[in-house]
C-alpha cells in the first residue's frame, strides 16, 4: 500500500469520524464555523501548484489553523477538536468538488495531509488551553495564548513535514533526512506566512467576531497572489528552458525526447544522492540543455549519440553550451554544471572539488541514455557494465553507485 493510500484512509477515516461525533453533540456557534468553513472552502477552490507536484492552498490552511484557535469573548464555545476536524474536512470537500467538476487539477493526498496537520495541531491547542482563557487584555490570558498558538503551528508544521518526507521517501526514493530537509525549509518559506494568516484570523476573531476575517483576509488575499506569481514565474522558467532543449532535437543533433530522457534519469539520480530542490532544478535543467552546444558542430552525430565525437568536440561543445547558457543571465550554476558535464572524472572532479557534483550526474545520465534509450538496443545491464569500466576515470564512482541503486529499483525511461 502507497503511502498515498494511507495518508487518504487516515484522512478520510479521521474526517468521517469528526463528522459523526459533532452531528451527535451538535454544533456550536455555527456561524463562526460557517464563516470558517467558507473560508476553507473558497482556499480550496482556488489553490495552485507552486511547485511541479504540489498544490498550495494558502487561505484553506490559514483558516482552517486559525479555527482550531478560537478563544475569546466574541467566541461563547470555542470549538471542539472534533468540530474543528469536521468543519475543515467538509469544507476541504466543498472547495474540491467545483475543481473535480471543472476538470482542474486537484490533490486529495494533500488535502488529507493538511487536515491530519490542522487536526493535531487542534488537538495540542485543546491539550495546552482551556476554555476560560480568552484574549481579554490581560497578560495573565494573553502569553499562554499566544505560546499555544506558537506551538500548534509549530506541531502542524511538523506533522507536515514529517508526512511530506515519508511520502518523498517513498515515492522519489530520497533519503528521509534529506526529504524532511527540503519540508522544514519549504515551512520555513511558505508555511511561515499561512501560519501568521493563521493566528491573525484566531486573535482578531476572538476579539472582535465575524468582523475580523474580512480584515485579515486582505493580507491572506496578498499572500495568495505572491504565491500565484511565483508558481507562474517558475513554469514560464521551465517553459523557457524546455524550448531550448528541443532546438537540438529539432536541429537533428538529438534524438526526440532524448534530452527530457537524460533529464529524468538525472533528478532519479539526484533524488538519490538528496541534493536540495534548487540543486536540484539547476541539475535538471542542465541535463535538458546539456545538447545545445553541439548546435556549433558541424554534422549531427549520428543517433544523436555525442559519446561517438572526440574528446576535445564534446568539450568544445559544452564550452559553448555553457556560454549560450551565461547569456541568459540568470542559469550562471547551470552553465557551470554544463561546461564541466564532458570532463573525465580523473582530471575534473577528482582534482577539483569546485566541480559541482552535479557534472557527474549529468555525465553519466547522458552515458546511460545513449546506451538504453531508444534505438540502441543495450540492456540496463549491459549499460552498466560498460559505464562501470570507466569508474574513476571516466565517472564520478558516488554517481556511477547512485546509478546502480536507480536501476535496481526498477527505473526506466
Given at each position: 500500500m502507497g503511502s498515498g493510500v494511507v495518508i487518504v484512509l487516515a484522512g478520510g477515516c479521521l474526517g468521517?469520524?469528526?463528522?459523526?461525533?459533532?452531528?451527535?453533540?451538535?454544533?456550536?456557534?455555527?456561524?463562526?464555523?460557517?464563516?470558517?468553513?467558507?473560508?476553507?472552502?473558497v482556499g480550496e477552490m482556488v489553490q495552485f501548484r507552486v511547485d511541479r507536484s504540489r498544490n498550495r492552498a494558502p487561505i484553506a490552511t490559514s483558516a482552517a489553523l486559525g479555527y482550531a484557535m478560537l478563544r475569546g469573548p466574541s467566541v461563547d464555545v470555542p470549538p471542539e477538536v472534533a468540530q474543528v476536524i469536521a468543519v475543515t474536512a467538509v469544507a476541504t470537500l466543498a472547495g474540491i468538488l467545483p475543481r473535480a467538476v471543472a476538470g482542474l487539477w486537484w490533490d486529495v493526498v494533500v488535502s488529507c495531509r493538511r487536515l491530519i496537520s490542522v487536526a493535531c495541531a487542534a488537538v495540542v491547542f485543546a491539550a495546552v488551553t482551556s476554555p476560560s482563557l480568552s484574549w481579554n487584555g490581560t497578560w495573565q490570558h494573553a502569553l499562554p495564548l499566544a505560546l499555544a498558538m506558537l506551538l500548534?503551528?509549530?506541531?502542524?508544521?511538523g506533522v507536515d513535514a514529517l508526512v511530506g518526507a515519508g511520502q518523498a521517501t517513498e515515492q522519489d526514493n530520497r533519503p528521509f533526512p534529506a526529504a524532511l530537509r527540503d519540508e522544514l525549509a519549504v515551512v520555513g518559506r511558505i508555511g511561515m506566512a499561512m501560519a501568521i494568516g493563521g493566528v491573525l484570523l484566531a486573535a482578531g476573531t476572538s476579539v472582535l467576531g465575524l468582523w475580523a476575517p474580512p480584515l485579515v483576509l486582505v493580507p491572506l488575499l496578498l499572500t495568495q497572489f505572491a504565491f500565484r506569481r511565483y508558481a507562474s514565474a517558475q513554469r514560464t522558467y521551465r517553459t523557457t528552458v524546455r524550448s531550448m532543449?528541443?532546438?537540438?532535437?529539432?536541429?537533428?543533433?538529438?534524438?526526440?525526447?532524448?534530452?527530457?530522457?537524460?533529464?529524468?534519469?538525472?533528478?532519479?539520480?539526484?533524488?538519490?544522492?538528496?541534493?536540495?530542490?534548487?540543486?536540484?532544478?539547476?541539475?535538471?535543467?542542465?541535463?535538458?540543455?546539456?545538447?545545445?552546444?553541439?548546435?556549433?558542430?558541424?554534422d549531427p552525430s549520428p543517433g544523436g549519440a555525442s559519446?561517438?565525437?572526440?574528446?576535445?568536440?564534446r568539450q568544445r561543445a559544452a564550452e559553448i553550451g555553457a556560454s549560450v547558457i551565461e547569456r541568459s543571465g540568470v542559469l550562471d550554476h547551470v552553465a557551470e554544471i554544463v561546461r564541466h558535464s564532458n570532463d573525465p572524472y580523473r582530471h575534473g572532479r577528482a582534482n577539483n572539488s569546485k566541480i559541482p557534483v552535479e557534472s557527474g550526474i549529468v555525465n553519466v545520465a547522458l552515458a546511460y541514455e545513449q546506451l538504453v534509450g531508444e534505438g540502441t538496443g543495450q540492456s540496463p545491464e549491459k549499460a552498466m557494465e560498460s559505464i562501470g569500466l570507466g569508474i574513476g576515470a571516466e565517472y564520478d564512482p558516488v554517481v556511477v553507485e547512485s546509478l546502480r541503486r536507480v536501476v535496481g529499483r526498477g527505473f526506466r525511461f
Open positions: 468521517l469520524t469528526a463528522v459523526l461525533i459533532t452531528m451527535g453533540r451538535g454544533l456550536s456557534e455555527w456561524p463562526v464555523a460557517l464563516a470558517f468553513g467558507f473560508l476553507i472552502a500548534s503551528v509549530l506541531t502542524a508544521a532543449a528541443r532546438s537540438t532535437e529539432i536541429a537533428g543533433f538529438s534524438t526526440p525526447g532524448q534530452n527530457a530522457r537524460t533529464a529524468s534519469l538525472a533528478v532519479a539520480l539526484g533524488n538519490d544522492l538528496g541534493l536540495t530542490p534548487s540543486r536540484m532544478e539547476a541539475l535538471e535543467y542542465a541535463a535538458l540543455l546539456s545538447g545545445v552546444g553541439q548546435l556549433a558542430l558541424a559519446l561517438l565525437r572526440s574528446r576535445e568536440e
